[in-house]
């Protein structure tokens, strides 16, 4: 069996300034989408995005992400801690984030941003789509780094990876914010990254990432402790988090389905995922 490390969650320090090592990986996500997301715009299919659409597109972000992340927290996982002491609302840096809530978040800052800029909505999300995971995997490994949503215990026989979070008790776990850094992280930042690579039609890039992340998420849940949330108490012993997925899944599986019936409509013009003009198929 192994023993998490129990790192420091501070970084380094400055006096009274304290870096914490879940804020560095927040601004390790934020950097690679800009770089991702530079990478992109000059290899992918004709994509129109330059480096200053890409730095003001990360800013709004940046912005859903933050706040709608804790926001979704607050409201879907613990709300009767928070609203008992709502000054720790505020205290991001103590970790706490959803991925739910950011999603909402950044879906309602990219719609902001389309506003302004004169994009569709579905261009939007499908160029962003493919730099989200990496996001997912550095929030995971700062989850890991605080031993926070740790795992379930696991059975005997035990796997060669078991793992004790002394801050816990002593009981063998899986290490499932590994689990979800390999699966919703790296995994389907390769499977969306190859997806993406060639032109596919609006709406589907959205949703190969809306059902693919729905789909990972599903299953770690059932290696992961479950968080009590405010859908815990549905039944079939799904978390709160699976019956987030589950909308998610079918929301994802009928945009590409929409996508691909549209392809194939000779009568209604599509746009191919990064293009600049409607094209007939």
Partial sequence: MLIHPQFNPVAFSFGPFSVRWYGLTYLFAFICFALLARLRARR????????????????????????GARLGEVLFFRPDYYFAHPLEILMVWHGGMSFHGGFIGVLVAMWLYGRRHGRGFWEITDFIAPMVPVGLFAG?????????????????????????????????????????????GLLLFA??????????????????????YGILRFGAEFFRNPDPGIFSSLGLGLTTAQWLCVPMFLAGAGLLARAYYKRHDNTAPILETGGDLPKKT
């Fill in 44 to 67: 992918g299919p004709g994509a129109d995005w330059n480096g200053q659409s890409i730095d003001d597109l990360l800013f709004y972000g940046v912005l859903g992400v933050i706040f």
């Fill in 140 to 184: 995971r490994i700062g989850n890991f780094i605080n031993a926070e949503l740790w795992g379930r215990p696991m059975s005997e026989p035990l796997l060669p990876w078991a793992m004790i979070y002394r801050q816990v008790d002593n009981l063998p776990r899986h290490p499932s914010q590994l689990y979800q850094a390999a699966g919703e």
């Fill in 191 to 212: 499977l969306l990254w190859w997806y993406s690579s060639s032109p596919r039609p609006l709406r589907a890039v959205s949703g190969f990432f809306l059902a693919g």
